[in-house]
């Protein structure tokens, strides 16, 4: 089992900045694709940014330019830096992950969320 546990939510003003961190524990052999989802209320769960295990990372086009998605694969964990954010940015932010474990079964695994909040 792959647990994931995401922090660094809160509330912050327009033009302000936060740093989101997922951590990934358990029994884990190796993490591919991981990636940071947002919801907000009465809209469906879409995809932020993601980042594959060499690196290689991909943006939804309202964040570009000003989130950054980067990993440490040494501490199975990821992060997604968030700047000049925006009212339209409120939501709950959810880390993915998708790999193998040590007894070679495939994982596909989402965290608990963290909200995000953009109000002066």
């Known amino acids: 089992q792959v647990r994931l546990v995401e922090s660094g939510g809160g509330l912050v003003q327009p033009g302000g900045s936060l740093r989101l961190s997922c951590a990934a524990s358990?029994?884990?052999?190796?993490?591919?694709?991981m990636g940071w989802y947002c919801q907000a209320p009465g809209k469906q769960r879409e995809l932020v940014a993601s980042?594959?295990?060499?690196?290689?990372?991909n943006y939804a086009d309202s964040v570009k330019g000003r989130f950054t998605i980067s990993r440490d694969n040494a501490k199975n964990t990821m992060y997604l830096q968030m700047n000049s954010l925006k009212p339209e940015d409120t939501a709950v932010y959810y880390c993915?992950?998708?790999?193998?474990?040590?007894?070679?079964?495939?994982?596909?695994?989402w965290g608990q969320g963290t909200q995000v909040t953009v109000s002066s």
């Open positions: 993915n992950a998708e790999g193998a474990t040590r007894s070679w079964s495939r994982f596909n695994s």
């Open positions: 358990g029994s884990i052999f190796t993490i591919g694709t």
């Open positions: 980042i594959t295990n060499f690196g290689s990372t």
